[in-house]
């Protein structure tokens, strides 16, 4: 599993997902189901995630299947950003879907 800031049009989510990369054609394609084609993401660490959110990451994470890989763990663009400083983040990753 894996943890994702992503940096969209309409603003941050913070994601988990089983998908190993943020290039994965089915990840991809999941995101522009949800309208999100285009993004800045950075890793966050599991542990990290998994440390700031507590009981609700642990809600979030017993609700992730095969056939459901990709949750949103938080929406709130505020809250995500007091919660994570930019040293604690993975390279940017930058997407844009045709």
């Known amino acids: ?3 994702h800031l992503l940096l969209t049009a309409s603003g941050p989510l913070l994601i988990l997902t089983s998908h190993e990369s943020l290039r994965d054609p089915n990840f991809l394609g999941k995101l522009k189901q949800k309208g999100i084609g285009k993004f800045v993401a950075f890793e966050v ?3 990290l995630a ?3 959110y507590g009981g609700h990451f642990q809600a979030v994470e017993s609700d992730l299947h095969e ?3 990709l949750r949103v763990l938080d929406f709130n663009g505020q809250r995500v950003f007091q919660l994570f400083r930019f040293d604690e983040l993975g ?3 930058l997407q844009e879907q045709p």
């Open 1 to 3: 599993m894996k943890s």
């Open 45 to 47: 660490p599991v542990s």
């Open 50 to 52: 998994r440390e700031r």
């Open 91 to 93: 390279a940017p990753t």
């Open 67 to 69: 056939t459901d890989d």
